[in-house]
């Protein structure tokens, strides 16, 4: 039947279907960054989408319902048409279509297509293509995380003063909640760190996070979709997620630390100032 994945391996087919349909879409995206783009407001005014962002969703979703009818979904775009961002039990696909929007629209390079799929609310799945690198992320729990076949690991970093970290001032333009992100990112370059970047793409961080070549990556504000695949590519390549206060890690939270090591990730729960956002799957 076209909504089971299969029987002695029930997601495979999941995970087919998803590594496909990421790369269709990087292919929309990347002939849609030769041609200029219309951008529209969100909350916020570097909250941008697009209808590159738009038609992508729909052509995922499209693809998905088809050969999953019976399916939960949750995509940016249709949650900011006013769709319910609600995690169950049921298999759920959670969907970025552009994640790096802002990248997009001024073509800088670190675009990605982000894919989850959860079942009883726990990760089966995580696909995160960054379309222009044409580089394919894959992660199946207890299988290990990829990028095009090669299997990656993290840094394996314990020592913050070590430490590469990746974040994101984020869109909201609030002063306080401007001048909190960028006080907490002063606090971990001066523990020392040796450094603090930002890619623009919360799935892009956390694949630099499972490659090794960053050592954490934190961010609050962020959504479902930016984090869903992300979090199980870190953890199959021997990360850590947790919450930002240092606890169990909920999709839903609207924040998240993603590190080489628990030690690391522990420490930047210490120093950084927690900024409350109500969480997805609330109204």
Excluded at 262 to 283: F, G, N, T
């Amino acid at each position: 039947m076209a909504n089971i994945c299969g029987a002695s391996d029930p997601w495979r087919e999941c995970m087919e279907v998803a590594v496909a349909v990421a790369r269709k879409a990087g292919e929309v995206i990347c002939e849609a960054l030769k041609k200029e783009q219309t951008v529209l407001l969100k909350s916020s005014p570097a909250d941008l989408v697009t209808e590159t962002d738009k038609n992508v969703e729909k052509m995922i979703l499209c693809t998905l319902k088809e050969k999953f009818p019976s399916h939960s979904f949750i995509g940016e775009e249709s949650v900011a048409d006013g769709a319910a961002s609600i995690l169950t039990d049921n298999p759920t696909w959670i969907i970025d279509p552009i994640d790096g929007t802002t990248n997009f629209v001024h073509r800088f390079p670190f675009v990605a297509v982000s894919i989850g799929f959860y079942v009883n609310k726990q990760s089966e799945i995580g696909v995160i293509y960054s379309c222009v690198e044409d580089k394919m992320y894959t992660a199946r729990r207890g299988q290990g995380a990829f990028c095009n076949g090669h299997q990656l690991s993290v840094s394996g970093q314990e020592n913050i003063s070590k430490a590469l970290i990746v974040t994101e001032i984020g869109s909201n333009r609030t002063p306080e909640i401007v001048k909190t992100v960028l006080s907490n990112m002063e606090k971990l370059i001066s523990i020392p760190s040796h450094g603090v970047r930002a890619l623009g793409s919360a799935a892009i961080n956390m694949c630099m996070v499972a490659t090794g070549g960053a050592d954490a990556y934190y961010e609050m504000g962020i959504h479902c979709w930016d984090v869903a695949a992300g979090a199980l590519i870190v953890t199959e390549a021997g990360g850590i997620v947790l919450d930002i206060s240092g606890g169990t890690f909920d999709p839903m939270s609207r924040r998240v630390i993603a590190a080489s090591s628990k030690a690391i990730a522990k420490r930047i729960a210490q120093e950084v100032q927690i900024i409350p956002y109500q969480r997805d799957d609330q109204e």
